[in-house]
């Protein structure tokens, strides 16, 4: 029972490289083997170490998985890196609640934030530090590194949203980000016919 108690967070943030500390936490890390079909040229991913850390995640969630009314607080952190001439990137996920909403915020770092709608619309925004992204509802989104340090950006969801990562998978973006005359460009991905 807590009436009355003074006690402590069980996390901490640091503020500085916005790493997490405590035992809710959740880390989670993406190399380059499990990003599998996720970068358009094939021949230049075979050829990176399957082993080279691309983005790391870590999360806290003080409520049960589906719990409607609570709040999820996460950190990704993705690595400078590219895969031909594509820029290492998150995989990308709608929310299952598709209609639930998030906000993003950049905390070090240079990149851009790839959206795309159920249309299959797809901008971005330039992330940096202290940017401030509310993605909607429908809206299907994804984390990409253009600068050559680590791109930190946190975020808060619902803790009823979930992740859908397959529908991404399956069909991927309209667009994708590449590195075009040393700028990042957005890229048709459609096949025309």
Partial sequence: MKHMKITKSPVGLDL???????????????????????????????LM?????????????????????GLFFGVSTI?????GSEYFMTKGHFHEKSDRAEFYWGVKGCGMLVLMDRERNTWAEEVHTGSLHYIGGE????????????????????SDAGHDYAEIAMNGFSARLLEVEGEPRLVNNESKG
């Fill in 79 to 83: 690595m400078p890196g590219k895969v």
């Fill in 139 to 158: 809206i299907a989104h994804r984390l990409v590194n253009t600068g050559d340090e680590n791109l930190v950006v946190g975020a808060c969801w619902p």
């Fill in 16 to 46: 500085i490289n916005y790493h997490m500390e405590g035992d809710p936490i959740i880390n989670q890390t993406r190399k380059i083997k499990d990003l599998t079909g996720v970068f358009r040229d094939k021949t230049a991913f075979d």
């Fill in 49 to 69: 170490d399957p082993e080279k850390l691309a983005y790391t995640v870590q999360s806290w969630l003080p409520v049960p998985d589906g719990t409607p009314g």
